[in-house]
Every structure is written in C-alpha cells, then in structure tokens.
C-alpha cells in the first residue's frame, strides 16, 4: 500500500500538457476544483469526468498509474459515503429503515456524488504533479503569488517549502516502506493484532521516520548553503516561463468545459 502513494511524483513526457505554462496548469487546475464543488449534479460530474480521462488520455498517462493515486483514498472515499448514505435525509419515504439508520433517495445520490467528486479532486491534482517538474513548479508558485512580494512577503521562500515538501512525499514514502520492511524481518507484527496493537507497533517506524526526515532537511540544507544559495534575490533561471498559443487555445477548452459544467446547474434547475 505504501507503495502505491504517487503524490509529488512527475511521470515524464512529451505531450501537450507536458510542455503546457505551468502557471496556466495550475491556475486551470484550481478552477476544475471549483467547478467540481459547483456541479451539483449527474451530468456536471460526467462532463467533469470526461474532461479529465481526456486530458490524460492526451498526456499519456498509464491507467495503472491513475489507480495508484486513488486507491490510497479508498477507505476515506467509502467512510464519506457512508456518512452521506445514512445521514443524508430526504422528502420522500426512506428506502431502507432500521433502528436510527435510514436511507433516502437523495443519500444514495449525494452519496455517489461525493464519491465521484473526490475522485476526480484527487486525480485532478494528480495530474498537475504528474506534468509539471518540481523545479518548473517551483517558478509557477514563485510567480503566481510575486503580487504578495508587494507586501513584504517571502514570496520566493514559500515556494521553495512547498515544492521541497511536495518533491520530499516519494522520498519518505520510500522510507517510510523500508523501514517497515526492516521491521517485519525483525519480527515486528505490523498487520496483525488488534487496533492498539497495531497503532503500538507503528511507534518502531515513526521515530527512526523522524529521525531520517531532520536528517535529509540537515544535508538539504548544508548542500544549499555549500552552492551559496540565499534566497531569491539576484537569482537568474536558466528556463523562462513564457507564454505559447498552444497555452492559450488549451485554456480556452478548458473555459468552455467549466462553462459547461456550469450550464448543467442552470439546465437541471430549469427542468
């Protein structure tokens, strides 16, 4: 299962999107997170759906890989389920009745909407990761959010954290699967036993986790500071982010699907 996590990982290519502005990925990005809050019902969703196989298919993206981002959110997908399931009341008469449990029409709908949402939210955001490079990333972040310099903010170092942090999920996954392993042939029951057992045995992986994680931010550090680097300030990029057409005919199919999605609201209130 540990292995399974691709969050922060870049699959590399040479496909539109691949060569996309990482400023206009990310901007896109945020608003098809929006849009899935806002499509409030079946065909707003399929159309999201859509969307995104679409853009995968053209990114070139294996299904397998797809599969690996999602199935580490499986038990939260189906625990937010169940509470729209059961919870969820309804006008109509309950489908399912026992004890304080009922289930309505309308829960069985948002139930699978809420499903689907979070799926799309996951593989969504996993896409941007999966073709945009963590240094590239890096310059979109910096730039997007150059406006806060204005107010004395440390706009350059934001970005560096948040992309170290992002590129470092691989890395101490990695970690986190040997140490365990290391556990295990050491006799550790990592996967049997009862909850507080298990939690209990977690403890022999957390802390020499801990200790791994200060220890690559020390050499992380020390190299940063050994190549001179300080900051932001001065600091030339061998790449500069510019504009293409191809950017701009992409970010127009992308309006025209939220514009979509957002006329399925209209037209499912109209009827």
């Not at 729209?84 to 309804?90: D, I, K, Q, S, Y």
């Not at 806060?148 to 440390?154: E, F, T």
């Not at 209990?200 to 190549?227: G, K, N, Q, W």
């Amino acid at each position: 299962m540990i292995r399974d996590i691709t969050i922060g990982q870049y699959y590399g290519g040479n496909s539109v999107l691949h060569k996309m502005d990482p400023r206009v990925k990310m901007v896109l990005t945020i608003a098809y997170i929006v849009m899935l809050f806002v499509a409030a019902n079946p065909a707003g969703l399929v159309i999201s759906m859509l969307f995104l196989a679409l853009l995968y298919m053209l990114a070139k993206i294996p299904i397998k890989l797809i599969w690996k981002s999602i199935k580490p959110i499986l038990p939260i997908i189906l625990f937010t389920a169940v509470l729209n399931l059961f919870f969820m009341t309804g006008q109509s008469e309950p489908i399912f009745a026992w004890w304080i449990f009922k289930i309505y029409r309308e829960g069985i709908r948002y139930a699978v909407l809420m499903a689907l949402r979070i799926i799309c939210l996951i593989a969504g955001t996993s896409l941007l990761t999966y073709t945009t490079s963590p240094i590239v990333l890096t310059d979109a972040i910096e730039q997007l959010l150059y406006p806060l310099a204005k107010l004395h903010l440390p706009v350059h170092e934001l970005a560096m954290m948040m992309t170290i942090a992002l590129r470092f999920i691989p890395t101490l996954i990695e970690e986190t699967d040997k140490i365990m392993n290391a556990q295990k042939a050491r006799g550790a029951q990592l996967d049997s036993g009862t909850l507080k057992q298990r939690i209990s045995a977690l403890v022999p992986v957390l802390i020499p986790l801990f200790v791994s994680a200060f220890r690559r931010a020390d050499e992380l550090a020390m190299a940063m500071e050994c190549r001179c680097y300080h900051g932001g300030e001065g600091r030339t990029r061998l790449k500069q982010l510019k504009m293409r057409p191809s950017d701009f005919l992409c970010a127009a199919v992308a309006i025209l699907a939220f514009v979509a999605i957002g006329c399925t609201n209209i037209w499912f209130k109209a009827i």
